[in-house]
T-cell receptor
């Protein structure tokens, strides 16, 4: 019940295309859903996050879509750039999980120039 | 946002030895978290460190193997004890302030 399932495992997108990464959760008590971006040799960095009271949040080229009834959320990267090539992790926390954050398995994104 | 300094950034250690990883935050925080990230894998929480109390360990992690110190509100250490090659991994400290901020990680190789 504490899992966060992330797909795809890897993704190749052409420059200028849209990258889409999906996550599903089980625990309906989660109330905070962040996405992290990790470059090789670096720690993950918070990219964007959403709470379940909204269905979409946009920050620049990055958008989170949230479907509470389906218990799914996704990250959309518009106009993908080679510099976006990284590993992306979705996560969930809050509710009965308390302060613990559960991470998805990660998606390795490669944007072809 | 907070800045976390973690060191060493990497180390190669002999099996059977121990390594202590240090994590310094530029502001006071109540809880600090230690994660392990095995190559190409996701992040697994090792333990949560509160200042002034014993760390809380997740299932599969024990204090004898991963002792943690939290002497004040800006500093913590994680020791990987009696290392084996299976301990080769990236170890990350983090804080939670409207989303996690992570240190840059310690890449540990045990030979």
């Amino acid at each position: 019940q504490q899992q966060v399932k992330q797909s795809p495992q890897s993704l190749i997108v052409q420059k200028g295309g849209i990258s889409i990464i999906n996550c599903a959760y089980e625990n309906t008590a989660f109330d905070y859903f962040p996405w992290y971006q990790q470059f090789p040799g670096k720690g993950p960095a918070l990219l964007i996050a959403i709470r379940p009271d909204v269905s979409e949040k946009k920050e620049g080229r990055f958008t989170i879509s949230f479907n509470k009834s389906a218990k799914q959320f996704s990250l959309h990267i518009m106009d993908s750039q080679p510099g976006d090539s990284a590993t992306y992790f979705c996560a969930a926390s809050g509710g009965t999980g308390g302060f613990k954050t559960i991470f998805g398995a990660g998606t390795r994104l490669f944007v072809k120039a | 946002s907070a800045v976390i300094s973690q060191k060493p950034s990497r180390d190669i250690c002999q099996r059977g030895t121990s390594l202590t990883i240090q994590c310094q935050v530029d502001s006071q925080v109540t809880m600090m978290f230690w994660y392990r990230q095995q190559p190409g894998q996701s992040l697994t929480l090792i333990a949560t460190a509160n200042q002034g109390s014993e760390a809380t360990y997740e299932s599969g992690f024990v204090i004898d193997k991963f002792p943690i110190s939290r002497p004040n509100l800006t500093f913590s250490t994680l020791t990987v004890s009696n290392m084996s090659p299976e301990d080769s991994s990236i170890y990350l400290c983090s804080i939670d302030r409207d989303g996690y901020t992570f240190g840059s990680g310690t890449r540990l190789t045990v030979v």
